[in-house]
Structure formats: C-alpha cells, structure tokens
C-alpha cells in the first residue's frame, strides 16, 4: 500500500438527507441545514459588529477558524459587497485543517441561490486542498482570501498580521477539543487588533473561561439557528498581546509602520518584479510610477517564452515551502491571462540521484512533485511525444509564459519613466531618484528596487552579495522530429515544444565575463553550440546543428550566494553596523520594515517567484496580513547575509 505523502488531509464527508455536509471524522455538521445562512448573519457578521465596524476603513481584516464549505465567506462577503466603502479591501484569512475540494463547497452552497454568482467564483479559483497558505484574489469585489490549509494551532502561529474580527466556527468543543485549546485560543487573541471582536457559535462554558482569563471582555448572547447560544468576546483597546507561554514569537515578526495606500511608490525595474509589484499595489488601488532607463522587458524578462515549473526540493525546508508557494500562486495568477500556455512540463529524471529526490518530495502533499506524476521511461516517452532514455516527474500545470504580453498587461496603464537611476537619496519628504546625470528624475515615499543586475549598483546595495549570471536562450527553428515534442522536456537545460515555428532551447548560466562590455546582451555562436551540446544524446535529432538560422537572446540575471530571492527592507548599513555590536537579546537581531526596499536576486527562476515575493513585499509595506506562513515570509529577508556574516565574524568585511 502507498503511504499518503506527509501532510494530506481529507474531510471524509457524507451528505445527509437535504444534500447538507456531515463530517464523519468530527461526527458533526457544518451548518444547521435549517438555517445554516441565517445564523452565520446573526452570530458572525452581526455579531462582529459589520457592517458598522469595516465602514470608513480602507482595510478590513477577517479570520476564521474552520472555513469548511465557505458558508461564511460567501455571506461575509455579499454583505461587504453592499456596503464596501469606496476603495475598500477586505482580507479574509480562512484555517482548515481538513478542506473539502471546489465541488463539495459549490455543492454545499448550492441550497442558497441568492449565493450562487459568490459560490460560483469561489469554485472556479478554489486551490487545490494541499497543505499551506493559498492567496485568492476577487479583484472586482476588493476582496483577498487567504485560505490556510493545515492543523489550527500550526496554522494560526503562521499568520502574520493583524485580525479585526474573528469567526470561531470549528466543530463543537466535545467533537474537536483541539480547535478550542488554550494555545489556539491565546494565538487567535494574540493576533487580534486592539479592539478586535471574537465570536463563535459555541457556548461551551470552557470556552468563554478561557477567553476571559485572556483578558477579554466575554459576553453571552442569544444565537441562532441550531445552536442557540453564541459568544462574544471584544479585545480593549489597551490590552497588551496575550501569547501563550508555548507559542513561539519569530525573529522578525516585528510591528511593522502601516503606510497610507496614497503614499507615493516608486518601482525601479520593468521586469517580472517590477510588474509583479505594480499589479500588487494596483490591486490595493494605488498607482505607482515605474523607473526603467529602456523600458519595460527591456532586460532579462524580455524573452519570447518563459519556462514555468516547480523547484524539486527533497526536503522541508522553510526555502523549500515557499518555492512551492511561490510556484503554486505563480501559475494562478498566469492562469488569467492570454500568454500562458499550460503545455505542461516533463523533468527527465537522468540518474538513480535524481530519482530518489523526486520520491523524497513526493513524500510532502505541499510539494507540487506530490501532484506530478512518476512516469516509467515508456509513459514518459508517451507523455512526451519522443523517445527518452529515462523516467520522467510530470507537472500538468507547469508550462509556458509569454513574458512581454505578461508585462505589458500587469504594467499597463502605470506611469512609466525612462530614466537611468543611479542613486537613491533619502530626504525630509521621503526619497528622491537621481538619473546618471544627478538629475532629480522623481520624488516618492517609498522606493522599491526591482531592477534585476542594476540592483548591484545602489549605494545602498553594494553589501548585498548579488552576482550577475549571463544566461541566453537559443531560438531554434523546428524540424519533422522535433515537431512531435507534446510537452516541455527539462533536464539541465529545457526544450520547448514548437511555438511558431520555433523551439526555445536553453540556457546557459556563465557568471565569468569573457567578453567586455558587450556580455550582458551579444549572442554567441558559441552558446548556442552550448545549449545544443547540453541536450541528451537521445534528443539530438530533434532539431539540427546550430547555424545561421539559430538566433537567440542573451541578458544578465543576479543571483544570490544561497539562489534564495530578496524581498524585503533594505536596512541602512550604519545601522547594520551599529545592530551588530551590540548584544544579541536572543541570539538574533531584528530590524524593523523600512521604506527602502528591494526585490531581486531572481536567478533563473525569477518567473516562479516573483508574483509572490511581490505580494509579500506589498503585504509588509502596507501593514497587511502576509499571503503565506511567516517563516516562508522571511527567507527573503535581506539582512540575513548581515546575520550571517555576523555568526563567522565577518560582518566589518560585509559592511565595508
């Protein structure tokens, strides 16, 4: 028998006469078949005080515990759509540790047609039910929701951010004691905002001991419904966090300023992390300006197709789960629009090595490799269209990207200006952005450097380990064999299928200059020979000898000593320095979110993770709930080459 990879959960529903869910694990139903939309609108919207509480706020934060069918998301977020306030963005955290899949919630929802348009929507971008954080963006109600997948203690200490008003909605107390802890209890409270509401449909008498001893103020009112009793309980204004004593409080999950969705931003580089930047914020409503000396997709993000696949990482590593992520929230956001092509991608597993890493991944339900399929040599040739020589890990929702329709639809209307920016210089009002000439191109509140190799070259920057890396791409025009090609082929290299009459075929990775000026951007004959002397000996025929019909395009990447990205604060080096001689409270140093800040250090795999490395940077800048597991939001974090530099004692040799 197959052992279930590490992490997977099941509902294990049944349907009760009326088509209502019953969970068979807990032996208990989701909602009153009765009146299920009835009570969640007495105890959870009523309850918290909404709409009153969310109107004039330009964000308003939910979480829920036990988000089952979506019930109460569905009615929290008709009623948001009644009576939003202008510009409004509703963040709605959702934790199940035993999710139903898009079906079972639409099917569960179904008995409610006024629901039906929410449901519908909710279905049609509902994740697939593996373990983590899933970002979900409605952009045309102005709602987010951050569906949590996974056990509600460990979930709950992931979350970073701020809860204005909770729905305790598990299963009963005596069903699911777990839910109803006090280390549960105590992180759901220490996540509250000042003034913050919890409510439950419970009125278990522990339960409202519990609360109370936490400092909150507890009160019973009637319910509704099947379970008549509810709870409320509010957090004063005054109180100080409350943590239970096992709950663990991380390095850097430090308060952060929240910045004014009006602020000025600048953006710094029209690639994948500048366009992914600029639709993060221009989800929030904001408008930033883009600097980028020759344009958007002028630099390594300009290539006719992008390659987007998983990271095949054996381990659980806290870098591993955010390539997973960062790869899971990659495709949906491609996945909306015209230039992706999810042709699917086939790793040629080459060796006894490389197929004992992709079974290892298997082994974790987070992994995308969990969701591949292990293929024998002939389903993989199968699958592939071709021959091969070697099993294969096949990733249906892997694919191909048309970068430059990417960036010019997530960069589309946004102020661009085309200046060389070689300084940024902090000022009483904020920033202001000099060109080569010491020119004032702009003036911003806040300045993010996206600009992949020219990050290197900030003052700000020079401590940061960043190394240019040449990468070019043979294009390569099809032949009969190559024709035959069903999917992209990966191994160290990649082939894609035939797009227009032409493979892509890459791609080197030279991080020595052996040419001059010219390295970042002259195509070599003598890489194209490369990139086709990379292939294996079984897919040579596929395409013929490079000659003058191969052409290509080359550019420079940065990449980071540990291949993780930046994204986050940059902290000031005399700070840096000043940090690091003093005493360490706890073993580390903490620096608080700043208003410079810097993404980059893509690599090769700049098209997975940017999207989400964007998302966490906007989330941190503006003080909102991060998009995935606090420990994931972190390993970007700039200041750990400072911190690591510190623990060899080479910290003075980093900092200059």
């Known amino acids: 028998m197959v052992k279930p990879p590490i992490g997977a959960m099941s509902a294990d529903l049944s349907w009760n006469e009326g088509d209502a869910p019953f969970s068979e694990r807990f032996g208990d139903v989701y909602f009153s078949a009765k009146d299920g939309l009835a009570e969640a609108r007495q105890t959870f919207l009523e309850g918290n005080g909404l709409p009153s509480a969310w109107a004039g706020r330009d964000t308003f934060t939910i979480g829920e515990t036990g988000f089952g069918t ?19 963005l509703l963040h709605y955290v959702g934790i199940e540790g035993f999710p139903l899949d898009a079906g079972e919630c639409f099917r569960a929802l179904t008995r409610w047609p006024e629901l039906t348009p929410l449901a519908s929507a909710l279905r049609d971008r509902y994740p697939d039910p593996v373990p983590g954080m899933h970002r979900i963006h409605f952009d ?14 460990k979930m709950l200490s992931a979350v970073h951010g701020r809860i204005d008003a909770w729905f305790l909605d598990g ?57 008549r009793d509810m709870v409320t309980a509010r957090k004063s204004p005054e109180q100080l966090e409350v943590r239970d004593k096992r709950a663990r409080l991380s390095a850097r999950a430090v308060p952060v300023r929240e910045r004014s969705r009006r602020d000025r931003i600048a953006i710094v580089g029209g690639g994948i992390a500048g366009a992914s930047l600029i639709r993060a914020l221009r989800r929030r409503g904001m408008e930033p300006v883009l600097y980028d000396r020759a344009g958007p997709g002028a630099g390594a993000s300009g290539n006719a197709y ?4 998983p990271r095949l990482d054996a381990g659980d590593s806290a870098v591993a789960l955010f390539f997973a992520a960062a790869y899971r929230y990659a495709v949906a956001q491609y996945s909306e629009g015209d230039g992706w092509d999810p042709c699917g991608v086939l790793v040629m597993l080459e060796d006894e090595e490389a197929l004992l890493r992709a079974e290892k991944a298997r082994g974790f339900a ?42 010019r639809d997530w960069i589309g209307s946004t102020t661009v200006i085309k200046a060389n920016i070689d300084r940024v210089s902090r000022t009483a009002q904020g920033y202001s952005l000099l060109d080569s000439h010491g020119d004032v191109a702009g003036e911003a509140d806040a300045v993010i450097l996206a600009a992949g190799d020219g990050n290197r070259h900030f003052d700000d920057t020079r401590w940061i380990p960043l190394t240019p890396v040449r990468g070019q791409v043979s294009e390569v025009p099809a032949k009969d064999a190559g024709r035959a090609v ?89 700070g840096l320095a000043d940090a690091f001689r003093r005493p360490a409270g706890r073993g580390y140093v903490t620096f608080p979110d700043g208003d ?48 690591r530099a510190h623990r060899h004692a080479r910290i003075e040799e980093l900092l200059g």
């Not at 709602?143 to 203690?153: F, M, P, R």
Request: aromatic share 6%; proline share 6%.
């Open 171 to 227: 299963f009963a107390p005596l069903k699911n004691p777990e839910m109803w802890s006090d280390a549960v209890l105590a992180t759901a409270v220490s996540l509250t905002a000042p003034g913050g509401i919890l409510t439950t449909v419970t009125g278990a008498g522990v339960v409202q001991r519990r609360l109370a001893a936490m400092g909150l103020e507890v009160r019973e009112v009637s319910g509704g419904g099947r379970k």
């Open 366 to 407: 987070w992994q995308p490799a969990a969701g591949g399929r292990l293929l024998d040599r002939d389903a993989a040739s199968l699958t592939a269209g071709i021959e091969l020589d070697c099993p294969g890990l096949f990733y249906r929702s892997a694919g191909l990207l048309q970068p430059v329709r990417l960036l």
């Open 596 to 643: 410079l800040l810097i993404l980059g250090g893509l690599g090769s795999r700049g098209f997975v993770s940017a999207p989400l490395a964007a998302e966490l940077l906007v989330a941190r800048l503006l003080g909102e709930v991060w998009p995935a597991e606090e420990a994931l939001g972190i390993t970007g974090d700039p200041a750990r080459f400072a911190s």
């Open 486 to 574: 069903k999917c992209a082929l990966s191994w160290s290299g990649y082939l894609s299928p035939v797009r227009g009459g032409r493979h892509m075929l890459g791609a080197t990775n030279d991080r020595t200059n052996t040419i001059g000026d010219d390295w970042d951007r002259v195509v070599l004959d003598e890489d194209h020979r490369h990139n086709h002397g990379n292939m294996p000996d079984y897919m040579a025929h596929l395409v013929d000898e490079p000659d003058a019909s191969w052409t290509g395009r080359a550019r420079l990447r940065a990449a980071t000593p540990d291949r993780v990205p930046l994204f986050g604060a940059i902290p000031d080096v005399a």
């Open 70 to 88: 979506g019930l109460n998301f569905c009615a929290t977020v008709q009623l948001w759509l009644e009576t939003r306030p202008p510009s409004g």
């Open 306 to 309: 992008a390659l987007v696949a």
């Open 140 to 153: 045309e109600w102005g709602v987010i929701l951050t569906l949590a997948i996974g056990e509600a203690g």
